[in-house]
């Protein structure tokens, strides 16, 4: 994982930034998210390579219920994300939203998630509490076309 490119799609002066130097140190906990939005991110890469602990541990406690680490883990296992694209993020002292599209691939359609995020700020550290799930899109995908994962190869030989 260490020289992939980032799944949050986070760049630097338009080149996009490795996973080791972008979302893996909050991953680790070697670096505490300073803003909702990189706190949003770094929950999709979470889920992008299935690390339920850090789901849950970064998921406001009031608002996550009785879901165990290893239910978020399972949940991320089951679906192939393609793409993030933040849509607006703004942050207040103590709180902040993130609204964002994330798409996936489920059997043969490209789904989109849009939701906007609530976080909030505790003890120097961003939590996401809940969000607002705008209507779901999807488009079946053509075997032979590229791949929306990014991958470069068709479709057929790589997420379908």
């Known amino acids: 994982m260490q020289?992939?490119?980032c799944p949050c799609g986070k760049t630097s002066n338009k080149t996009p930034l490795k996973y080791e130097e972008c979302c893996q140190p909050l991953h680790l906990g070697e670096?505490?998210?300073?803003?909702?939005?990189?706190?949003?991110?770094?929950?999709?890469?979470?889920?992008?390579?299935?690390?339920?602990?850090?789901?849950?541990?970064?998921?406001?406690?009031?608002?996550r219920g009785n879901t165990s680490p290893e239910e978020f883990t399972q949940s991320a296992q089951s679906t192939r994300w393609c793409h993030l694209e933040v849509v607006e993020s703004?942050?207040?002292?103590?709180?902040g939203v993130v609204e964002f599209k994330?798409?996936?691939?489920?059997?043969?359609?490209?789904?989109?998630?849009?939701?906007?995020?609530?976080?909030?700020?505790?003890?120097?550290?961003?939590?996401?509490?809940?969000?607002?799930?705008?209507?779901?899109?999807?488009?079946?995908?053509?075997?032979?076309?590229?791949?929306p994962c990014g991958s470069g190869l068709k479709a057929k030989r790589c997420c379908l």
């Open 3 to 5: 020289s992939e490119v």
């Open 31 to 63: 670096k505490v998210a300073t803003t909702p939005e990189q706190l949003m991110r770094s929950r999709y890469s979470a889920y992008y390579f299935a690390l339920g602990q850090y789901i849950h541990d970064t998921h406001h406690q009031d608002f």
């Open 90 to 95: 703004s942050q207040q002292k103590h709180s």
């Open 102 to 147: 994330a798409s996936f691939i489920d059997k043969d359609k490209l789904h989109t998630l849009h939701e906007i995020s609530n976080f909030v700020l505790e003890n120097g550290y961003w939590f996401y509490t809940d969000g607002q799930f705008q209507p779901k899109s999807s488009e079946k995908i053509n075997r032979n076309q590229s791949c």
